[in-house]
């Protein structure tokens, strides 16, 4: 079971800045300038601390989460897409007039059981 999935047109977005970059991280912080949206970054760019909860990979690239953000979206189920538009971010993928976004839904009762086990 996949807690985050990426479709198919982010995918090949995120491959293409595979080739360009270095190893690659995504991060959901909730914080400033795009709030909610993931940010596509250089893994030697950005410090992961205890604060950050790995979701999964997608396309080869780890997932991460702030804590404080995970406990809203834990009940969820994201999906990585790409829309045009320049976000507010410094993500990657900016430069190419691309954004990253999140879709999500809650979690099945069965995904529920699986990743939010007490």
């Known amino acids: 079971m996949q807690r985050v ?3 198919e047109k982010a995918a ?7 080739a360009k ?3 690659l991280i995504f991060h959901q912080s909730g914080g400033c300038c795009d709030g909610s949206a993931p940010m596509l970054l250089e893994k030697e760019d950005f410090y ?8 999964g990979e997608v396309s080869g ?3 991460y989460m702030n804590q404080d953000q995970f406990e809203y979206w ?3 189920h994201l999906t990585v897409d790409i829309t045009e ?7 990657l993928e900016i430069p190419l007039e691309l954004r990253f976004l999140i879709h999500s839904r809650l979690l099945t009762d ?3 059981a699986y990743f939010n086990k007490k």
């Open 5 to 7: 999935t990426i479709t």
């Open 12 to 18: 090949k977005v995120l491959e293409q800045l595979k």
């Open 21 to 23: 970059h270095n190893e």
């Open 48 to 55: 992961i601390d205890e604060s950050d909860v790995l979701l």
């Open 61 to 63: 690239v780890s997932f």
């Open 74 to 76: 834990k009940h969820t």
């Open 85 to 91: 538009g320049r976000g507010a971010s410094f993500s």
């Open 110 to 112: 069965e995904e529920n």
